[in-house]
């Protein structure tokens, strides 16, 4: 069994690297902060000090970074030289298509494939493997890793085609998505307390019927009980750079998106507050604030 290479070991990084020591795969692991990664070490990880030390020629690595800059700084030429003719590089970070598009062309240059397959999944559903992955790239390089999504955190797999930013333009719609629903959420639940409703009925009403998706039940949950400044699952900071990056998608393909104009402003002001560890679902603090409300 070849060793796969795993680079970003941060809340999502760890359950999907912890789930593929558990299925019996080999890791060489790399994260920038080593002491996040010592975990994995019990299972039988090699934790490396370096991105290169992760890769073995003509393998398959993984990486999860927080951003397009983290991960260019990583894929350089170095990088797809030490994974060589047939290597395989999947990309599991929300980025820009665009970064997307140009990895893969520059990674054709020197004979290895660039697959997007970015996660749709908080940790806890990592860890459960109940998450959702979408992919896009070639299909050398999609029927790679495949089994490896399944064994890491994917319940359910999304075959976008060939061209590589096509996932990551759906990663940033889901988050969109994600992001209107916590707004919609929250002047709703807002709406409710102000007209003396009890918001707790409101809510279990709402997300055991019309709305019983896990978005609505879980983030729903957190807005009912201001659960926005525990442990981060997704920090806010997190939150924004991907609405900036589905506002940068909308401007270039000429697609008004008002709602999405709008939950970019509310995580801009949590982050003006200091806020920016928080978890985005803090973006509803907006609707609750000018509602007079705490």
Same mark, same amino acid.
């Given at each position: $069994?070849?060793?796969?290479?795993?680079?970003?070991?941060?809340?999502?990084?760890?359950?999907?690297?912890?789930?593929?020591?558990? &299925? /019996?795969?080999?890791?060489? !692991?790399?994260?920038?902060?080593?002491?996040?990664?010592?975990?994995?070490? =019990?299972?039988?990880?090699?934790? !490396?000090?370096?991105? %290169?030390?992760?890769?073995?020629?003509?393998?398959?690595?993984?990486?999860?970074?927080?951003?397009? &800059? =983290?991960?260019? @700084?990583?894929?350089?030429?170095?990088?797809?030289? *030490?994974?060589?003719?047939? /290597?395989?590089? &999947?990309?599991?970070?929300?980025?820009?298509?665009?970064?997307?598009?140009?990895?893969?062309?520059?990674?054709?240059?020197?004979? !290895?494939?660039?697959? /997007? &397959?970015?996660?749709?999944?908080?940790?806890?559903?990592?860890? =459960?493997?109940?998450?959702?992955?979408?992919?896009?790239?070639?299909?050398?390089?999609? @029927?790679?890793?495949?089994?490896?999504?399944?064994?890491?955190?994917?319940?359910?797999?999304?075959? %976008?085609?060939?061209?590589?930013?096509? *996932?990551?333009?759906?990663?940033?719609?889901?988050?969109?998505?994600?992001?209107?629903? $916590?707004? #919609? $959420?929250? @002047?709703?639940? !807002?709406?409710?307390?102000?007209?003396?409703?009890?918001?707790?009925?409101?809510?279990?009403?709402?997300?055991?019927? $019309?709305?019983? /998706?896990? +978005?609505?039940?879980?983030?729903?949950?957190?807005?009912?009980?201001?659960?926005?400044?525990?442990?981060?699952?997704?920090?806010?900071?997190?939150?924004?750079?991907?609405?900036?990056?589905?506002?940068?998608?909308?401007?270039?393909?000429?697609?008004? #998106?008002?709602?999405?104009?709008?939950?970019?402003?509310? %995580?801009?002001?949590?982050?003006?507050?200091?806020?920016?560890?928080?978890?985005?679902?803090?973006?509803?603090?907006?609707? +609750?604030?000018?509602?007079?409300?705490?």
């Amino acid at each position: $069994m070849k060793t796969i290479g795993f680079i970003g070991i941060g809340n999502l990084g760890l359950p999907i690297a912890t789930n593929l020591l558990k &299925a /019996g795969h080999h890791l060489k !692991v790399y994260n920038r902060t080593r002491d996040k990664a010592l975990p994995l070490e =019990a299972l039988g990880a090699e934790i !490396v000090d370096s991105p %290169l030390a992760a890769i073995e020629k003509g393998g398959i690595v993984f990486t999860l970074v927080s951003d397009d &800059a =983290a991960l260019k @700084e990583i894929a350089n030429d170095a990088f797809v030289a *030490a994974l060589g003719q047939g /290597g395989v590089h &999947a990309s599991l970070s929300t980025i820009s298509p665009e970064t997307a598009n140009t990895l893969a062309d520059h990674h054709k240059h020197h004979g !290895v494939t660039y697959v /997007g &397959a970015p996660v749709f999944a908080r940790p806890e559903a990592a860890a =459960a493997k109940v998450g959702n992955a979408v992919i896009s790239g070639h299909t050398y390089g999609k @029927e790679r890793i495949r089994h490896l999504l399944t064994d890491g955190f994917a319940k359910n797999i999304f075959d %976008l085609g060939e061209k590589a930013g096509s *996932a990551n333009v759906l990663k940033l719609i889901g988050n969109f998505m994600i992001a209107a629903s $916590m707004e #919609m $959420m929250a @002047e709703s639940f !807002v709406l409710a307390e102000k007209n003396g409703l009890d918001v707790k009925v409101v809510y279990e009403m709402l997300t055991t019927t $019309m709305f019983s /998706g896990p +978005i609505f039940r879980n983030y729903g949950g957190m807005i009912l009980n201001r659960e926005f400044s525990s442990e981060a699952a997704f920090k806010a900071s997190l939150g924004l750079k991907d609405i900036d990056l589905v506002l940068e998608v909308a401007r270039t393909s000429y697609t008004p #998106m008002p709602m999405a104009n709008l939950v970019h402003q509310r %995580l801009l002001t949590v982050l003006s507050k200091g806020r920016r560890d928080d978890d985005w679902v803090a973006l509803a603090t907006g609707a +609750i604030n000018d509602a007079g409300l705490k």
